[in-house]
């Protein structure tokens, strides 16, 4: 694991512009194609997100290469049968025989100088709604250095986390286990598997490279570690149509759109900024009958 595998660094990810060029350069974009009706919707709410790094290269089980995941105490396997993201997960059949149950996966990782954190977390369901799992973090050996709590299978999916505080500066070897709590063999799903190093500690939201704008794979899909970058901290400019025949829209900047703070699109208009603006909340779009739409695309930069 590199420098570029702690989110921290996202900036780097980055191109900034320069003062010079910072009036008209935009480093995002975002295509907008949103159904309006008459009660007021944001076309597209400014965010820049949690920029993020998934250490695990097959987090959703999409291969069938699971040399990365251990099993202990069951059965591993992918499945089709079941999938809180893409086509797979990963179907544990414990062996009931005691409790602790299930699989690992291993990480090495240097603690970072300002302190960082260990966080895992992932999607589990029950083949029925009866069993126990937790997500645990471990040393080498399997001693638990931290548990999330008991969670209670059900028939559909749901999320589990866990953090662990590292040690500044000590290279370490820790595995992150999904394990049955107390003795069962009833058979569960593990889908959205992720870990992530972070100086905040924060659990964020899933990442993998096949997530959509913004997310990426550091090399081969399904079979690397993936980023989730930033989104657009501010909207710089924009080109929006009205795509209906007869109905007419009112779009709002950085407030919410009405008769009396929208900017008017009769049908079939497009309202395109020729100048750098700097939307900083939401673009807010109504419409005068439903099922009118507004398509096209803005663009932004990622801080600043």
């Given at each position: 694991?590199?420098?570029?595998?702690f989110?921290?660094?996202?900036p780097?990810?980055?191109?900034d512009?320069?003062?010079?060029?910072s009036?008209?350069?935009?480093?995002?974009?975002?295509?907008?194609?949103?159904?309006v009706?008459t009660?007021?919707?944001?076309?597209?709410?400014?965010?820049?997100?949690?920029?993020?790094?998934?250490?695990?290269k097959?987090?959703?089980?999409?291969?069938?290469?699971?040399?990365?995941?251990?099993?202990s105490?069951?059965?591993?396997?992918?499945?089709?049968?079941q999938?809180?993201?893409?086509?797979?997960?990963?179907?544990?059949?414990?062996?009931?025989?005691?409790?602790?149950e299930?699989?690992?996966?291993?990480?090495?990782t240097?603690g970072h100088?300002?302190g960082?954190?260990l966080?895992a977390?992932?999607?589990?369901r029950g083949?029925?709604?009866?069993?126990?799992v937790?997500?645990?973090?471990?040393?080498?050996?399997?001693?638990a250095?931290?548990?999330?709590?008991?969670?209670s299978?059900t028939t559909?999916f749901?999320?589990?986390?866990?953090?662990y505080?590292?040690a500044?500066?000590?290279?370490?070897?820790?595995?992150?286990?999904v394990?049955?709590?107390?003795?069962?063999?009833?058979?569960?799903?593990?889908?959205?598997?992720?870990v992530?190093?972070?100086k905040?500690g924060?659990?964020?939201d899933y990442?993998?490279?096949a997530?959509?704008?913004h997310y990426?794979w550091?090399?081969t899909?399904?079979?690397?570690?993936?980023?989730r970058r930033?989104?657009?901290?501010?909207?710089?400019?924009?080109k929006?149509k009205?795509?209906?025949?007869?109905?007419t829209?009112?779009?709002?900047?950085?407030?919410?759109?009405s008769?009396?703070?929208?900017?008017l699109l009769?049908?079939?208009e497009?309202?395109?900024?020729?100048?750098?603006?700097?939307?900083q909340?939401n673009?807010?779009?109504?419409?005068?009958?439903a099922?009118?739409q507004?398509?096209?695309?803005?663009?932004?930069?990622?801080?600043g």
């Amino acid at each position: 694991m590199n420098s570029q595998h702690f989110p921290e660094v996202w900036p780097s990810w980055e191109i900034d512009p320069s003062t010079r060029t910072s009036v008209h350069v935009w480093t995002k974009y975002a295509p907008i194609d949103v159904s309006v009706g008459t009660s007021a919707v944001d076309l597209f709410t400014v965010d820049r997100g949690v920029p993020s790094v998934n250490l695990v290269k097959n987090p959703s089980f999409e291969v069938n290469t699971l040399t990365d995941f251990t099993a202990s105490g069951s059965a591993i396997s992918q499945s089709s049968a079941q999938a809180a993201t893409g086509s797979n997960s990963l179907l544990v059949n414990p062996a009931n025989s005691a409790a602790g149950e299930g699989f690992y996966w291993s990480v090495t990782t240097v603690g970072h100088p300002e302190g960082s954190s260990l966080v895992a977390q992932c999607e589990v369901r029950g083949a029925s709604a009866s069993g126990d799992v937790k997500i645990e973090i471990q040393d080498s050996d399997g001693v638990a250095l931290a548990s999330s709590a008991t969670h209670s299978l059900t028939t559909s999916f749901a999320k589990i986390s866990v953090g662990y505080e590292l040690a500044e500066r000590l290279t370490q070897t820790y595995r992150v286990a999904v394990i049955s709590v107390a003795q069962h063999n009833i058979d569960f799903y593990v889908d959205k598997f992720m870990v992530e190093q972070r100086k905040d500690g924060f659990v964020s939201d899933y990442v993998d490279g096949a997530q959509g704008l913004h997310y990426e794979w550091f090399g081969t899909a399904h079979a690397s570690e993936s980023k989730r970058r930033a989104g657009l901290a501010v909207v710089r400019g924009f080109k929006l149509k009205n795509g209906h025949g007869s109905n007419t829209v009112y779009i709002a900047l950085d407030t919410t759109a009405s008769a009396t703070t929208g900017v008017l699109l009769k049908a079939g208009e497009t309202w395109e900024t020729n100048w750098p603006i700097d939307v900083q909340v939401n673009i807010s779009a109504l419409a005068s009958g439903a099922s009118t739409q507004v398509y096209g695309v803005l663009w932004g930069v990622h801080q600043g």
